[in-house]
């Protein structure tokens, strides 16, 4: 296996979860957003540790730039029959209906997002999106009744539907997949789709 490449292995979602939560609540406290994880489930999730890792942190990231100062985010962890769900919920601004879809397309950025967050790059969310969909999931968003946006992702528990390519899938190919660029050799270079 070639340098940088990852392999597939179970591991408890709520300890990675909770690790996530526990790296982030320093940029909560600074703003005094609590961050408050509840978890119903210690199932396992057959794939990267790392590249979930990513997938999950872009989500609550997110959402802690998005909620206003001495408010709350919650992380909410489910297990349906055999898939995990994870919820972040916040309670900033939502997105508007008509950005929900286009949210985790590469470079999208919402008009509150450029306004009051000029660095980003529009490419977390769309990243998670690739990340979750190669290892079986899912990933959507909704506006809260009561306001704030909240994120799930949806993944197969433990062996369900991951294949042996995912074996393979890498950061590069995810923030590749991300920009809708195709591995083109065993070197990593890329080219534009047409």
């Known amino acids: 296996m070639a340098p940088g490449w990852r ?22 406290d600074v703003r005094e957003v609590t961050l408050r994880v509840e978890s119903k489930t210690s199932a396992h999730v057959l794939g990267s540790r790392e590249l979930l890792h990513v997938a999950i942190e872009n989500v609550l990231r997110n959402a802690l730039r998005h909620t206003p100062h001495a408010s709350t985010v919650k992380l909410e962890l489910l297990q349906a029959g055999d898939q995990v769900s994870l919820s972040v919920y916040d309670q900033g601004p939502g997105v508007q209906e008509s950005d929900l879809r286009r ?3 590469p470079f999208f950025r919402s008009e509150d997002a450029r306004s009051n967050f000029p660095s980003g790059s529009g490419l977390g969310l769309a990243m998670t999106c690739r990340i979750v969909e190669k290892h079986g999931g899912s990933v959507a968003a909704r506006n809260q009744q009561t306001g704030g946006l909240v994120v799930k992702l ?3 528990v433990g062996e369900s539907s991951i294949t042996t390519w995912h074996d393979n899938f890498s950061m590069r190919d995810a923030a ?3 920009l809708g660029l195709e591995q083109r050799s065993a070197e990593d270079r890329y080219y534009q789709k047409p």
Do not use: H, K, N, Q
Request: charged letters at 30%; proline letters at 3%.
């Open 176 to 178: 590749g997949d991300a």
């Open 7 to 28: 392999s597939a292995t179970r591991w408890i979602c709520r300890l990675l979860v909770e690790e996530i939560a526990e790296e982030a609540a320093l940029e909560g």
């Open 103 to 105: 949210m985790f397309e």
């Open 154 to 156: 949806l993944f197969p």
